[in-house]
């Protein structure tokens, strides 16, 4: 039963990432279309407006988030193509608990960042 | 008399792409599976540029971001951008077909037999043209809208 | 009825015999074809004319017992329910069904499919195991539960959907749609109660949530099965197990013996004098 949770875990966040990651996108990249709308958004990449995101703690919360989503719903992803190509049990095995460390090490590195910008 | 082993016929991970006149919902699927390790390879690079190079300060930053802005990498973004919506919406309608929920019941078998997926052709359709009306949208920002 | 003049269509059918080759090669056969001819017509042909050498299965020759499933013109087809004229062409390339091994020329081996199909427990479980094996009565089942698995008890185990299935062309240990179709089939059956220890078997690394809706298999399917909806179904039972959701039902009674007798017809009178 725990590999059917896992895969509901899949889908759930995917949903997530559809709403979290769509944001992320569209405020990154559709500044001109979101000025029709109103919401002023210039220039996301620019190192004053990131600044100003990053001290927010909302934005750092939300990044989180994002990471830890995009991370299990990528690494369970990548796992069941790999079992598609049917390796043996041990290899199996192994994919599955190095992918886990992978996930832990990246999420720890990846969530440090936003939490140091968001104290200096 | 000696005992033949039959000959293994799998078609393997090349069978994935190309197994025969498939119709539509099979190279979605295929284009799924190309998305998802697409934008899992931009990730990678991504994560790394978005905590080691944001950390370093200003500069760095900087530096990156003017790299960033050459035409070949916007379209490179681009493409991500768009596999993000095709794996999105595609995913959506994934999970509300894998968990039986647009599908409807099963039917008696009456030549000519249409299957469940392909009486929900037109929704599958309709989503593939908000992809592409999404996909013009971002070519709009990315090109006119300024780099 | 005209049948129109025989016109040539070239056979290439894909030769392997394991005593001798060391891999297929495809053999060229000119077979001259009518309108109303299928495949299978035209291969006997070439086996009782051309080469008897040629090996491949045939049974009913009508669509039922799932024997001549062959890849024609790169899209797996029953043999016997195919025309030579519906791919208009006079080039018709022949291979057995891919995905299963070869044993020789267009005989594919479809035992590895019979034992996953049997490892998923294709029959009736329930508690009073009694009743199962020495029936007093017939389990009662209503037609509206009938139609709930009524398409999915079709299937002629011809192999077609499981060489159609782009996650069973890399995955050997994946269970293919035909194994877990049945699986819903008998989880939907309203008489059976062995949904619990299916599941097990199922919902494992290489079950049903490797299958990801490509739907190849319900595309190919000769007999209108479905097999993309029986998984999904099958999916939406394991989620709604896994969450605790749905209500426990069941399994079927046994129809209770009628409390009414009928009245008693009266022997009706002999219209044969003397046979009595």
Not at chain 3, 4 to 27: A, C, I, M, W
Not at chain 3, 55 to 62: E, G, H, L
């Amino acid at each position: 039963m725990w590999r059917t949770r896992l895969h509901l875990l899949h889908m759930l966040t995917g949903i997530l990432i559809a709403v979290l990651l769509g944001t992320h996108v569209v405020i990154q990249h559709l500044d001109a279309i979101l000025g029709f709308f109103g919401i002023d958004a210039t220039e996301p990449t620019a190192w004053q407006s990131m600044i100003a995101r990053a001290s927010q703690g909302i934005w750092a919360g939300l990044y989180i988030a994002l990471l830890a989503f995009v991370l299990y719903h990528a690494l369970y992803g990548l796992r069941g193509v790999i079992l598609e190509v049917t390796p043996s049990a041990k290899t199996e095995r192994i994919i599955t608990w190095s992918f886990i460390i992978i996930g832990i090490i990246a999420f720890i590195w990846g969530a440090y960042v936003p939490v140091a910008l968001l104290s200096s | 008399m000696k005992q033949i082993q039959p000959r293994q016929n799998y078609l393997g991970a090349g069978g994935w792409v190309w197994a025969g006149n498939y119709k539509l919902e099979r190279y979605l699927y295929l284009l799924h599976r190309v998305t998802g390790l697409g934008i899992l390879l931009f990730g990678l690079i991504h994560l790394t540029m978005t905590t080691f190079f944001r950390i370093q300060g200003q500069d760095v930053w900087e530096a990156t971001m003017t790299l960033l802005h050459n035409p070949w990498f916007k379209v490179g973004e681009y493409l991500v951008a768009v596999a993000f919506v095709y794996h999105a919406l595609n995913g959506l309608r994934l999970i509300l077909q894998e968990l039986g929920f647009v599908l409807g019941k099963p039917t008696p078998p009456i030549y000519p037999y249409k299957d469940a997926l392909r009486k929900k052709r037109p929704w599958t359709m309709a989503m593939v043209a908000v992809i592409v009306i999404l996909a013009l949208v971002f070519l709009f920002d990315f090109t006119i809208g300024g780099w | 009825m005209t049948e129109g003049s025989p016109k040539q269509v070239t056979f290439k059918v894909q030769r392997y015999d394991p005593e001798q080759d060391n891999s297929p090669h495809l053999q060229e056969f000119a077979v001259p074809s009518s309108r109303g001819m299928t495949v299978l017509d035209g291969l006997l042909y070439i086996k009782e004319n051309l080469d008897s050498t040629l090996a491949f299965r045939t049974s009913c020759r009508m669509a039922i017992c799932g024997s001549c499933g062959m890849l024609i013109n790169n899209y797996p087809h029953l043999a016997c329910h195919t025309q030579i004229e519906e791919f208009n062409s006079n080039t018709l390339t022949i291979k057995p069904l891919p995905n299963q091994p070869i044993i020789k020329d267009l005989v594919a081996d479809l035992v590895p499919m019979f034992n996953v199909h049997k490892s998923i427990k294709p029959y009736i479980i329930r508690e009073d195991a009694g009743e199962v094996q020495n029936p007093t009565a017939e389990f009662s089942q209503l037609p509206q539960e009938l139609d709930a698995f009524l398409q999915f008890t079709y299937c002629i185990k011809c192999g077609i959907c499981v060489s159609a299935c782009p996650t069973s062309a890399s995955d050997k240990l994946f269970l293919g749609p035909q194994a877990m179709a049945q699986c819903y089939r008998y989880c939907a059956d309203s008489r059976d109660d062995g949904q619990r220890e299916r599941f097990s078997v199922v919902g494992t690394d290489h079950g049903v949530w490797r299958c990801h809706l490509a739907a190849a298999c319900s595309e190919a399917c000769p007999k209108g099965l479905d097999p993309a909806l029986a998984i999904q179904l099958l999916k939406r039972r394991l989620a709604s197990q896994a969450l605790g959701l749905g209500k426990k039902q069941s399994p079927s009674p046994v129809v209770s013996p009628p409390t009414e007798t009928k009245p008693k017809v009266p022997f009706p009178e002999f219209t044969v004098k003397g046979s009595q």
